[in-house]
């Protein structure tokens, strides 16, 4: 489903500050599957997203997205494949916006944007399903304005936009660090439930090892652009997983 | 007094085009284009030369708004392709229109007294009113539709245009077509009603359209319901209206760059200040209000 070979990438190349992330970086995803990547701040969790998702451009290698090679397609191209939920609540949405208005956007989304009214009264019922299906009462605010609603409210929204257009791959960038225990179980609840639901395939970023096992297939462990630990979240408890990750960045610290 | 109010009211509507303009690139697209102070006069050149070369006054009026656009497509060009800072693209392409419009005509003030205008089909103040609400009413259906809600977010959050699978270029360029393009046939329409083009009646015309976005900003602050063009409009007509009564009391015409100015800051710091100090004993949670509860 996703392939990435041999992906090189380094900052500030030919100066005194290189930074080496990825030197022949190799990852397979299979479909319908939810992999969570962990690893310590710098390790290159959040690049590889944005190789992935074209916000930078590798310096070498190849993505390949259902067969197709992507790795030299720009970032709006790719967003007709790959959905994508950030940490920040306010990227990939448009707050001075109604949810309304935004969901009416998500929904043309890959498609051609002509000079015909956007808002559809025959759209507002298919909203009003997924806006019920957070049970967040979003489905009563629909002309509220985004930039009104809370970090969660916002996250939720922001998953629904990213996942109604069903996406090959959906990427999901620590999408809870922001939010308080509470509110990140229930927006995690709500993300396994919409995965399940439209089958899609799943990569997320997490700083949370208990919500990393719960949630996914497969734990990945990256450390220093190198995949340091592969393994199915079954054959793994909490306690092992957080020992590893402690005697693995403890060698990086020293 | 009457001739004060009519002639406002005129001006405010000539202006408000060039509010309307002005709005989509600082209010949509958040760019401080300056390149307007060259497109304004340009549109002026542009309809003069087609005057002079016998074509009747609408089409003229429509080749300033075209020829607009495409100052609007050099300075979107600028910092799109070549990636120049957007105030500095708008002041290259407001240097590159100040020798464009001289090289037009080969003349700095060419008058325009013995030529037809588009207000020979009706009054001035109807022909305006026209023209007004047709730019209105098409910017508000456009901002209305799919693509329109584009460059609306286009402002608003880059990464959500990308994410919608869409170049955000090309809907930067779009707005600044349609700016330039509307701000040129204010500044075609200026020159008619004016009776002749000049070179300098450009010069600070940025300061003009902030103020009336501004003045129309403070009409109900906090209220939805009231459209961002109409804002503009009724923003420009007050400024003008301001402008005259200044002038009625008896202060020099050269005097009106400083009063413009005047006039911006006095409203920013309306809406960032003292709506809050006027307001304070209506504010729930103020002395007032926890010893009366």
């Known amino acids: ?254 | 007094m009457n001739s004060l109010i009519i002639t406002s009211l005129e001006q405010g509507l000539i202006f408000s085009i060039l509010a309307m303009g002005v709005f989509i690139t600082y209010k949509i697209l958040d760019i401080a284009d300056l390149s307007v102070e060259g497109t304004f006069p340009f549109g002026a050149f542009i309809f003069a030369k087609f005057m002079y070369m016998g074509v009747n006054p609408i089409i003229s009026t429509l080749m300033a708004f075209i020829f607009g656009s495409l100052a609007g497509l050099l300075t979107s060009i600028l910092f799109t392709k070549l990636k120049i800072k957007p105030l500095l693209s708008g002041i290259l392409t407001m240097t590159i229109l100040y020798s464009i419009n001289l090289r037009t005509n080969g003349k700095a003030n060419i008058p325009l007294f013995s030529y037809d205008s588009i207000f020979d089909f009706n009054s001035t103040l109807v022909v305006l009113i026209i023209i007004v609400l047709f730019v209105k009413i098409i910017l508000d259906q456009f901002l209305k539709t799919e693509t329109g809600y584009l460059l609306i977010v286009t402002g608003d959050n880059e990464s959500f245009i990308k994410a919608l699978g869409k170049n955000i270029n090309m809907y930067k360029t779009m707005g600044m077509m349609i700016a330039n393009g509307l701000v040129a046939l204010s500044g075609a329409l200026a020159s008619q009603f004016q009776g002749f083009v000049d070179i300098t009646m450009g010069s600070s015309i940025i300061v003009v359209a902030l103020a009336s976005i501004i003045i129309g900003d403070t009409i109900n602050k906090d209220s939805n319901k009231i459209k961002n063009t109409t804002r503009a409009i009724l923003g420009a007509i007050i400024y003008k209206f301001i402008e005259g009564i200044v002038l009625d009391l008896g202060l020099e015409p050269t005097d009106f760059k400083a009063i413009s100015a005047i006039i911006v800051i006095i409203f920013i710091s309306y809406n960032n200040f003292l709506v809050d100090i006027l307001s304070f004993n209506r504010r729930k949670g103020g002395v007032n209000y926890v010893k009366n509860n």
């Open chain 1, 1 to 254: 489903m996703l392939k990435i070979t041999n992906l090189c990438k380094s900052f500030n190349s030919n100066t005194d500050n290189q930074i080496n992330i990825f030197n022949n970086f190799n990852l397979e995803v299979e479909t319908n599957t939810s992999t969570a990547i962990i690893g310590p701040n710098g390790c290159g969790k959040t690049t590889l997203f944005n190789i992935i998702g074209g916000n930078i451009l590798a310096d070498q290698g190849n993505i390949f997205l259902k067969e197709k090679n992507i790795s030299k397609l720009k970032e709006e191209e790719r967003a007709k494949y790959i959905g994508r939920v950030y940490q920040n609540p306010s990227m990939g949405i448009s707050s001075s916006l109604t949810i309304l208005e935004n969901l009416s956007l998500a929904n043309k989304k890959g498609e051609k944007f002509t000079l015909k009214k956007l808002l559809k009264k025959e759209n507002i019922d298919k909203y009003i399903e997924l806006l019920k299906d957070l049970s967040l009462g979003l489905e009563k605010k629909l002309d509220t304005k985004v930039k009104f609603l809370s970090g969660g409210q916002r996250q939720a929204l922001s998953l629904i936009m990213a996942t109604m257009k069903y996406p090959d791959l959906l990427l999901l960038d620590e999408h809870t660090a922001a939010l308080d225990p509470k509110t990140s179980n229930l927006i995690m609840e709500k993300t396994k439930k919409l995965i399940e639901k439209y089958s899609i395939t799943t990569i997320m970023i997490s700083h949370n090892i208990k919500d990393a096992l719960k949630y996914s297939d497969r734990i990945i462990m990256l450390n220093g652009g190198q995949i340091v630990l592969d393994k199915p979240s079954a054959d793994i408890d909490e306690k092992e997983l957080i020992q590893i990750y402690i005697r693995k960045f403890e060698q990086i610290v020293a």
